[in-house]
């Protein structure tokens, strides 16, 4: 008779146990390249790797099943309720892993974001405009402007606002500006203009290269969804608008279009920079702020 050593499990069933669930693991890494191989080529990647990961997961599953239950003849159940507290733990644990799990899928049908899109997520803390890495049925692997890698939660992400400035193929930036006084507004409202027109990433009036990709822009499906069949690139033109009068200032806001979210900061700087220099060659004075 075959030595049984706890909860009436013999060391034979014990070496069984071990096997199977080496080898459901193997199987299903295996399985899950295989159907990213066979799925790859017909349909986008985040869509065949959710597919491949459920797969993966059922055969993780049924081994494990296989294991505890047939090989081992424990019953689970059984044994969590036994360990109260930290059963209570395991099952709030597991409620997390679920909500992720399904929230990976809801992603991955839904599909609020892509690999590669520039996207940024609200929520505490912010994480700026970032670039999609991964979706994978528990988060989403972003990585920001500053080379920041976030692991964002599944379910955090279908529960908060997301910004996917890929799909809407531009971005407004808006530039508060305190100025001395409105004498000059008029001329000013030609300095803005202006500077912006010689600005190669600011539209409408971009340099050839820059045009080129925005060619391309109005050609992507999920931005033409948000335009109309003909754009006029005149509403891409940069406004000053008066935001506040104050006895010794007045501020401004100057609203800009450009394409690159990922240059948003470098694009600001050198419009300031030109601005300043166009400003004070005319003598335009900012205010104290």
């Known amino acids: 008779m075959a030595e ?32 990213r191989r066979l799925l790859d080529e017909h349909m986008v990647r985040v869509q065949s790797k959710a597919l491949a ?3 993966q997961y059922v055969v993780l599953a049924l081994g494990f099943y296989l294991g ?36 990976g899928i809801l992603i991955s049908v ?26 994978n049925l528990m988060n989403t692997v972003l990585k920001d402007l500053d080379g920041r890698i976030h692991y964002v939660p599944n379910s955090f992400l279908i529960t908060n606002k997301v910004i996917n ?7 407004a930036i808006r530039i508060p500006v305190w100025l001395r006084s409105m004498k000059y ?6 300095i803005v203009l202006e500077v912006a027109d010689i600005d190669p990433y600011i539209l409408p009036h971009v340099g050839e290269e820059e045009q080129k ?3 391309k822009v109005f050609e992507l499906s999920s931005v033409r969804r948000y335009l109309e069949k003909k754009v006029d690139m005149s509403i891409f033109s940069p406004l000053i608008i008066i ?14 279009w450009i394409r690159d979210v990922t240059r948003r900061d470098q694009i600001v700087t050198d419009y300031l920079n030109e601005l300043h220099r166009r400003f004070y060659t005319e003598g335009i004075e900012f205010g104290n702020d």
């Open 4 to 35: 049984t050593i706890v909860f009436g499990v013999s060391v034979i069933d014990l070496i069984a146990f071990f096997l199977i669930i080496v080898a459901t693991v193997i199987v299903a890494k295996v399985t899950y390249m295989a159907v």
């Open 53 to 55: 990961r459920i797969y």
């Open 68 to 103: 505890f239950w047939e090989v081992l003849g424990l019953d689970l159940t059984a044994i969590l309720a036994s360990l109260g507290i930290l059963g209570l733990g395991v099952a709030l644990a597991s409620q997390q892993v679920l909500m992720n799990a399904f929230a």
């Open 110 to 135: 839904i599909r609020p974001v892509k690999l590669d899109e520039w996207v940024e997520v609200a929520g505490m803390p912010l994480t700026g405009a970032c670039k999609v890495k991964d979706i």
């Open 165 to 171: 400035y890929s799909r809407a193929g531009f971005v």
């Open 185 to 190: 507004f008029d001329r000013i409202k030609d």
């Open 213 to 215: 990709k925005i060619s």
């Open 243 to 256: 935001k506040d009068i104050q006895s010794e200032k007045v501020l401004v806001e100057i609203k800009i």
